[in-house]
């Protein structure tokens, strides 16, 4: 009975890791990225306000940020297709960015990004940022 239980916390397991994989691997930038733009993003980066003269509105973000100079550090691309670490996006998204503060900015704005959201821009950046 105990190697039937332990066999199921296995299986429990390496499903929860499956699906995890399942939801960063292939991100679309469409699908995937988007969306959380949309949500936590566009507030201060959008149609109507474009901080860092950056727009991540649907239909001009992916073009504002692949191989794209940043405004504040001109030397690091925006996003770095297959390198996250080189890509100023995915610094300032962990608070790492060589200048400036992190985003999103603040709890009263859009708050920060949760885990997932963390993972599937990684993923999408680490992956070569597709469209």
Known sequence: MRNRVVVLAWAGFALSVAASLAQTSGSSFSSAV???FDRKCTKCHGMKDQKAKLNLSYGNAYAALVNVPSTE???????????????YLWLKLEHRAPKGSGMPKGFFFAGHLNQQDMDTIKAWISEGAQP
Do not use: N, T
């Not at 001109?74 to 080189?86: H, I, Q, S, T, Y």
């Open 73 to 87: 550090v001109p030397g690091m691309l925006r996003v770095k297709p297959g390198d996250p670490e080189a890509s």
């Open 34 to 36: 988007q969306p959380i």
